[in-house]
């Protein structure tokens, strides 16, 4: 077990957490810092004399309040280290960006540039998913010695250090909660990666109390989310259970709700109403919205239930419950006037409603891709209520008297940034373009994905959206991948990305019989940096993809071969006769 011991920052004095003492704390040392006028202003938290006491040699963490504040840091330290930090495992780190280039097409974030030859990076949800774990690995590695990082690095992801800095005692403008501090304070000090461990918590004079409390104060209740997450929580759980046929009736729901968490914590959370009532109110708000349906029965206590085939289409395609209604409407919208010209029409209906709902749009930006779109893409706007007038008088500080829906604007913004991304297949120049950090680009795409196959499940589900179907299954390649067509055949196969789509593309190997036939050793020829175990299983993925295709259409074949199973026999035809 690794001694954690935690320490408070108050102007130049640390404290040490004591519980023993009158007010949770001792004083333990001054900061011995020689800080010049310069950077006395540009490092008022001393932020610089914390962090040379441990790297290069140990790995540091500093969490921030917010991802500006990770990238102002990160480049703040940077500038008042010395020279010798660059001689540090120089090698490794030109060789990361190195590799944060060629994982970007040619870009590096131009403060990663600066940093990283310092050993130092920030690390927040606006890094693509590739840059994160390039930069993960090379702090595991200890070519990076420092992170600048948020919250969100402190669950989840095990990077560990022997002193984590809090820069403040706040998560954007919320105080922290003690489960929260405990979280991050955790990651210094890990058993059998280091010997010990240390925390320090920057905080003003004016935060002196709350923080007090903070230390002192023992751990928040936890509590089931079935009841704060309504729709995502409690209502799908009923669906799901009704769909399964784990319990159809009253009593049996009741009773798989008692051996839930939310059931033992029921008196806590909602003291005025009984289990049963609560589970009874919620299956009518289900049939009320038209997917769940009631049983004809004899004796009331024997109530019991089936899933409608609304209820099977949001429950097969685990649509949350908030958006269903919405997302038929927008379908059944869609029907009267689908727009095929373009992609715009379909990507809209598969943007994500929960991301539309955080969206806040740059007009002017808004109002640019707008005036870019073809004629037949207006058109989709319009049918969806929004003009080029209405954007223009947006993005020009204009009143406007028309109520325009602010979720369909919002997700009409994100569906340009994603019929923009699968147009030019650039994280980097889509982010340039809307002004979006990259990471978020990247979690949309994914999440349109993801959200796409849901919408194609839950067509598949409903014969009055048949029209959907072909259309979806080919959209979800292509924001799955998001390269150009060409290359979405080669990347199905395992271990095949973009960059080595694009080499065996450039090669002959167009299609996936090309590299189901191709020789291993030939492809290691012919393909740059291409190894012999990476080659055979390539081609073993393609012949392996391909037999599945080659087995689901042997399928096809014998089901159309085979007799209908209401198919009229001899003797039928010939009693009839008689």
């Not at 954007?172 to 280091?194: H, N, P, T, V």
């Not at 919205?289 to 049983?295: N, R, S, V, Y």
């Amino acid at each position: 077990m690794v001694e954690l011991k935690e320490y408070l920052k108050i102007n130049d004095a640390i404290y040490e957490v004591d519980n023993k003492a009158e007010n949770g704390m001792t004083f333990s040392r001054l900061l011995n810092c020689q800080y010049s006028d310069t950077l006395k202003k540009m490092d008022p938290d001393h932020l610089v004399a914390l962090v040379t006491e441990v790297i290069p040699n140990y790995s540091c963490l500093v969490f921030c309040p917010t991802k500006k504040n990770c990238e102002n840091v990160a480049e703040m330290i940077c500038k008042f280290l010395s020279k010798e930090y660059l001689k540090h495992r120089e090698k490794e780190k030109h060789e990361l960006i190195k590799n944060l280039k060629s994982i970007s097409g040619g870009n590096v974030c131009p403060i990663l540039k600066r940093t990283v030859p310092f050993g130092v990076a920030y690390h927040h949800s606006g890094l693509t998913s590739d840059e994160r774990r390039l930069l993960e690995e090379a702090y595991s590695t200890g070519a990076l010695c420092l992170f600048t990082c948020t919250s969100t690095l402190a669950a989840g992801v095990n990077l560990p250090a022997r002193r984590v800095i809090l820069r403040a005692p706040y998560v954007a403008k919320e105080f922290l909660k003690r489960s929260q501090y405990k979280q991050m304070i955790g990651r210094a000090g890990r058993a059998g990666i280091d010997s010990v461990g240390e925390s320090v918590l920057i905080l003003q004079e004016k935060d002196k109390q709350q923080v007090s409390e903070l230390i002192s104060r023992p751990l928040e209740n936890c509590y089931s989310h079935l009841v704060q997450e309504f729709t995502k929580g409690i209502q799908t759980l009923f669906l799901s259970l009704i769909g399964l046929k784990i319990a159809t009736n009253l009593d049996d729901i009741c009773h798989f709700m008692g051996g839930t968490l939310f059931g033992v914590q029921q008196k806590i959370l909602l003291k005025e109403k009984s289990l049963r009532e609560i589970t009874v109110e919620w299956l009518r708000d289900l049939t009320e919205k038209g997917l769940l349906q009631k049983d004809v029965v004899d004796k009331p206590k024997d109530e019991s239930f089936h899933i409608t085939k609304l209820g099977r289409a949001s429950f097969k395609g685990t649509i949350d419950l908030a958006y269903c209604d919405i997302l038929y409407r927008d379908l059944k919208k869609g029907l009267e006037g689908l727009v095929l010209e373009s992609l715009l029409h379909l990507i809209y209906l598969t943007t994500p409603y929960d991301m539309a709902s955080q969206c806040v749009p740059d007009w002017m930006i808004y109002f640019r891709q707008f005036s870019q779109l073809s004629p037949a893409e207006q058109n989709v706007a319009a049918l969806l209520g929004v003009s080029e007038n209405f954007i223009g008088k947006k993005a020009s500080g204009q009143a406007i008297k028309k109520k325009v829906d602010k979720d369909i604007v919002n997700r009409l913004y994100l569906s340009f940034v994603l019929y923009t991304l699968l147009k030019e297949t650039n994280i980097w120049s889509v982010s340039e373009k809307f002004n979006m950090p990259r990471g978020y680009i990247q979690s949309l795409l994914a999440g349109a994905a993801s959200f796409s196959s849901c919408v194609l499940h839950f067509c598949e589900e409903l014969e009055e959206f048949w029209v959907y179907r072909a259309l979806l299954v080919e959209l979800t390649k292509k924001l799955t991948y998001c390269v150009k067509a060409e290359l979405i055949p080669l990347m199905e196969v395992t271990g095949v990305l973009e960059g080595r789509a694009k080499q065996l593309y450039n090669a002959g190997y167009k299609s996936l019989i090309h590299l189901a036939n191709a020789n291993p050793e030939v492809l290691i020829r012919t393909v740059d940096h291409l190894s012999r175990r990476q080659a055979k299983q390539i081609v073993s993925s393609a012949k392996m993809l391909l037999h599945e295709k080659a087995e689901a259409l042997q399928e096809e074949v014998e089901e159309l071969l085979r007799p209908p199973s209401d198919f009229p026999s001899v003797e039928a035809s010939s009693t009839e006769k008689a």
